[in-house]
């Protein structure tokens, strides 16, 4: 699997703006970008993804770069919910039935009321 | 919304005994997972199901476990021979579409062996 990385934590202040970078230089064609989170003591939940254009939903905005090699999961108000680990993760849409998602460390966010 | 659902939230077991951890997909969803998460470290892919049948295991996934999906609605994990180093948060997860579909992770079933 294509590996990313992100940087271990950020911190932001509550109903601010929060861009979190994820590097993914060795990305496939078929590769979609995929956002997950992680909340205290819950299990992971979907945010986002994107192949190549620029995605937003009402939880959040992925920007993708022309590339594709790096893309950035903002979160346009932060709350003190929003506080959380957030897994950037590469998914292979060539692959076959059952294509599971690889969890690496992912950033956590911390924010500050 | 409708929601994965996993029982029980909490197990202690004694080393060497057999543990069943149970889980109730989203209603129309035909693809399953498992993961885990050992306290402190990253979530950990274990298995995944599909057609009544394993898809895709990782090596964590030895023969002392399995899944089964008994009565078209329950997804179990069984643990046949609990080891201490098995006490994890268990994370089932499930998808209606197998490559871009969301997964939809229910809240954890944590196992602590003795």
């Known amino acids: 699997d294509a590996k990313t990385t992100q940087p271990n934590s950020m911190e932001s202040n509550e109903e601010e703006p929060v861009h979190l970078p994820c590097n993914h230089s060795?990305?496939?064609?078929?590769?979609?970008i995929h956002w997950y989170r992680q909340l205290p003591s819950q299990g992971p939940e979907y945010v986002i993804h994107?192949?190549?254009s620029n995605v937003n939903n009402r939880m959040a905005s992925l920007a993708i770069a022309e590339d594709r090699k790096s893309s950035t999961l903002i979160l346009h108000r932060a709350t003190l919910r929003d506080a959380a680990v957030y897994y950037c993760?590469?998914?292979?849409?060539?692959?076959?039935?059952?294509?599971?998602?690889?969890f690496g460390g992912g950033t956590r966010v911390l924010v500050k009321p | 919304e409708p929601e994965v659902t996993q029982t029980p939230s909490h197990q202690v077991t004694q080393m060497g005994q057999e543990v069943i951890l149970r889980c109730v997909p989203i209603?129309?969803?035909?693809?399953f997972y498992w993961y885990r998460q050992i306290l402190g470290q990253k979530v950990e892919f274990l298995v995944s199901?599909?057609?009544?049948?394993?898809?895709?295991k990782s090596e964590i996934f030895d023969d002392q476990f399995s899944v089964e999906r008994p009565d078209g609605s329950n997804f179990t994990l069984k643990i046949r021979s609990t080891k201490l180093e098995d006490s994890a948060m268990y994370f089932c997860?499930?998808?209606?579409?197998?490559?871009?579909?969301?997964?939809?992770f229910g809240e954890g079933s944590r196992l602590t062996v003795l």
């Open positions: 994107g192949l190549t």
């Open positions: 060795t990305i496939s064609g078929t590769d979609y």
């Open positions: 993760i590469l998914r292979d849409d060539a692959k076959a039935a059952g294509n599971k998602l690889t």
């Open positions: 199901f599909y057609n009544n049948e394993i898809s895709e």
């Open positions: 997860a499930s998808t209606s579409q197998v490559n871009t579909g969301e997964l939809f």
């Open positions: 209603s129309n969803h035909l693809y």
